[in-house]
């Protein structure tokens, strides 16, 4: 799988694993991993006699020659290691097959677990090589199959996760890109063998389909490129595909008649270094403002494997507000609410944020979709709150389409995150300063954390203040920039 993301990906997790380095992001989406495949072996461990093989103990040899015995017991091996056709897997589930079935009386159902709501084209790679290096190793497969959470699942509690997984079969799939399959293996295998890491670039590769956790190591090791064509917004379609076979790595590179007016303006501003305000537009688009002007900003979570009765897989529960009012004489003002109890947050949320909003004034948020689509979801599952609701919602003015459309400096990168805007206008506000938590990746770990039954008293509100200094700086930052704007005419 390193390798269809980069062959020097490949060589680098062979001949240099101690250089990666994994994002904040990376390791939310390996918590959520590890917590539906923990799941995921109860749920194919029927008769409770299945094995699981601890790579971290046993070590990859060890693991291959304790899966071997363990196929002659014919009981359900989880992490099972493979080899053949020149190649291992660590399958995350492999079960006798039912006698009579397809594959014959003693084959095996193999199961590949996805913590994803849907099934990915990577899924389909990853999957056609497990069965590949399975089928090589000479293990009957009755069928293949991708076990990926299914977001119409609704847990009704008592740890019934019954239904939690969809499956997905790919059996014929699988069998059919057997040949593709070994060109990889012999390629990977060129690759490894290599005594040299293969002179690749950074490029589009480095993202797709995750962020390379070689990143950071191969850009230092790059001569810099001045304007990166990665800080081009929306970087998408056919114009990634010509940046990708064009081999194209500097804005100045790219043609000007392929951009948007958009990605023109970041081009011209990036290569100049002078930020671009649009004063006239901005003032327009601010000018409407009821007082008090209010700032408000959410925080929510997601969860893979729902916790709290009648809820599904990835439903957005928001468990944080922050609120900054400013009236028409500048008195700043400060509202919050954060709710760390464990229960399910819909509701303390609603009512704790119509208890708090001023029932007048202007209401401005960053990215309005985010915002909205959690106050209608709430709308629609508390009736009686089900009007204020609504009224709050038409009161949303989206700031970030006013930024989007009027300014950009150089510094932001091509990207309009509030942590890339602020510090353009606003210095002596950065949320590189925050300790603990500083984006929405770390709040959601901070929150999980904190609701655990089994963390501290102490650490829950170390935890509680670094989400509440976290969404507190961005409703200032909503402020200090909607001032600043204003300001600038
Ligand atoms: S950072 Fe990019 S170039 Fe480097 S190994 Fe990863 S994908 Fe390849």
């Given amino acids: 799988m390193a390798l269809r993301q980069c062959p020097r990906r490949l060589w680098l997790e062979v001949h240099h694993p101690?250089?990666?380095?994994?994002?904040?992001?990376?390791?939310?989406?390996?918590a959520v991993g590890d917590?539906?495949?923990?799941l995921a072996r109860s749920l194919y461990d029927v008769e409770e006699n299945g094995q699981l093989i601890d790579i971290e103990t046993l070590g990859v040899e060890g693991g291959i020659a304790r899966t071997s015995a363990l196929l002659e017991r014919r009981v359900p091996i989880f992490e099972a290691g493979l080899q053949g056709g020149g190649g291992r897997a660590f399958v995350d589930v492999l079960r006798p097959s039912r006698k009579g079935a397809r594959g014959g009386p003693r084959s095996w159902d193999l199961i590949e677990v996805k913590s994803s709501a849907s099934l990915k084209g990577s899924h389909r790679d990853d999957v056609a090589i497990q069965s590949y290096v399975a089928r090589e190793a000479g293990i009957p497969l009755a069928s293949?199959?991708?076990?990926?959470?299914?977001?119409?699942?609704?847990?009704?509690?008592?740890?019934d996760y019954q239904h939690l997984l969809h499956e997905v079969d790919l059996t014929s799939e699988s069998q059919a890109r057997h040949?593709?399959?070994?060109?990889?293996?012999a390629e990977g295998q060129a690759v490894a063998d290599r005594p040299d890491v293969p002179p690749i670039q950074t490029g589009l590769q480095c993202r797709t389909p995750h962020r390379c956790c070689f990143l950071d190591h191969c850009r230092t090791l790059e001569t810099p490129v001045a304007f990166p064509v990665e800080w081009l917004p929306r970087l998408q379609g056919s114009l990634r595909e010509h940046v990708r076979t064009a081999a194209i790595r500097d804005l100045r590179d790219l043609p000007d008649t392929l951009l948007s007016p958009r990605q023109l303006r970041v081009k011209e501003h990036t290569l100049s270094g002078e930020p671009y305000l649009d004063r006239v537009g901005a003032q327009a688009d601010l000018a409407d403002v009821r007082w008090p002007a209010l700032f408000l900003d959410f925080e929510a979570v997601q969860l893979a494997v729902p916790i709290w009765p009648n809820t599904?897989?990835?439903?957005?529960?928001?468990?944080?507000?922050?609120l900054h009012t400013l009236t028409e004489d500048g008195a700043v003002g400060h509202q919050e609410h954060l709710d760390l109890s464990g229960a399910e947050p819909g509701r303390a949320f609603a009512e704790a944020l119509l208890a708090r909003v001023p029932p007048a004034g202007t209401v401005f948020v960053w990215n309005a979709s985010f915002e909205l689509a959690q106050i209608r979801a709430l709308s629609m599952r508390f009736a009686d709150?089900?009007?204020?609701?609504?009224?709050?919602?038409?009161?949303?003015v989206d700031l970030l389409k006013v930024v989007e459309d009027r300014y950009y400096h150089p510094r932001q990168k091509g990207s309009w995150k509030l942590k890339r805007v602020l510090p353009?206008?606003?210095p002596e506000l950065d949320h590189a300063a925050l300790e603990g938590v500083n984006d929405g990746h770390m709040a959601v770990l901070a929150y999980v954390e904190a609701i655990q039954p089994d963390t501290t008293p102490a650490r829950k509100q170390e935890l509680a203040q670094a989400l509440a200094d976290y969404c507190r700086l961005d409703t200032e930052a909503l402020l200090r920039i909607w001032q600043a704007l204003r300001a600038a005419g």
């Avoid at 101690?18 to 390996?30: I, T």
């Avoid at 917590?35 to 923990?38: A, H, K, M, N, Q």
């Avoid at 009007?387 to 949303?396: D, H, I, N, V």
């Fill in 18 to 30: 101690e250089l990666k380095q994994d994002p904040p992001a990376s390791k939310a989406r390996f």
């Fill in 312 to 322: 599904h897989p990835y439903q957005m529960f928001p468990f944080q507000f922050s």
């Fill in 385 to 396: 709150l089900r009007g204020p609701l609504q009224a709050l919602e038409s009161r949303l």
């Fill in 35 to 38: 917590l539906v495949g923990e």
């Fill in 424 to 426: 353009t206008l606003v």
């Fill in 144 to 159: 293949v199959k991708v076990a990926h959470v299914d977001p119409r699942f609704v847990y009704r509690g008592g740890d």
């Fill in 179 to 185: 040949q593709e399959v070994a060109e990889w293996i």
